[in-house]
């Protein structure tokens, strides 16, 4: 293949990947939205994301920053099994929230984790609002 057309190809590729990301959280938007939830806030999100919740049982803090780090952009470190996590930029990782399973996977888990609940409807969808805009 001649470099021209490569480049046409990852070009596209890449469009490609970009809208398949877009999808997955519109589509968890418009779940949300027959949930209930009107308006998504990233400013609501940034907030929950940064806010210090206390373990019922080990009055241990914790916050998603716990696992995932303080600057996004960077990787983050698992709390307990010390694993690297990637960034959690779109920015600079690409490969993120493009699979709504995988999004609700994590919310259920990390939500109960941190908050020590489910995180809602409005909450998720403003997390996510502050999320894909870094
Ligand atoms: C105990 C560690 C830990 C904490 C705390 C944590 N996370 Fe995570 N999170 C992970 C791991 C591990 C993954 C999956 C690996 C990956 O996606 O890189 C993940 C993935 C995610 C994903 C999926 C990303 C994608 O690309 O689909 C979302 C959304 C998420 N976390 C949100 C949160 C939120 C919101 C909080 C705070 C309420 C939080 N996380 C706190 C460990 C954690």
Same mark, same amino acid.
């Given at each position: ?40 806030? *990233?400013? $609501? ?6 806010? &210090? ?8 803090? @914790? =916050? %998603? ?23 959690? *930029?779109? $920015? ?6 493009? &699979? ?8 259920? @888990? =990390? %939500? ?23």
């Amino acid at each position: 293949m001649n470099s021209r057309i490569t480049g046409i190809a990852i070009f596209t590729l890449s469009m490609i990947s970009a809208s398949a990301q877009a999808d997955a959280i519109s589509e968890l938007e418009a779940v949300y939205r027959t949930q209930g939830v009107s308006q998504f806030s *990233a400013s $609501s999100g940034e907030a929950l994301w940064k806010n &210090d919740f206390v373990d019922s049982k080990s009055a241990e803090t @914790r =916050n %998603c920053g716990s696992c995932h780090g303080a600057d996004l952009a960077r990787a983050g470190k698992h709390n307990t099994t010390g694993k690297t996590i990637e960034p959690m *930029a779109r $920015s600079v990782n690409p490969e993120r929230y493009s &699979d709504t399973r995988k999004i609700e996977k994590w919310f259920l @888990r =990390n %939500c109960k984790w941190t908050l020590g609940r489910e995180c809602s409807a409005q909450e998720k969808g403003d997390v996510l609002a502050y999320l894909k805009s870094l």
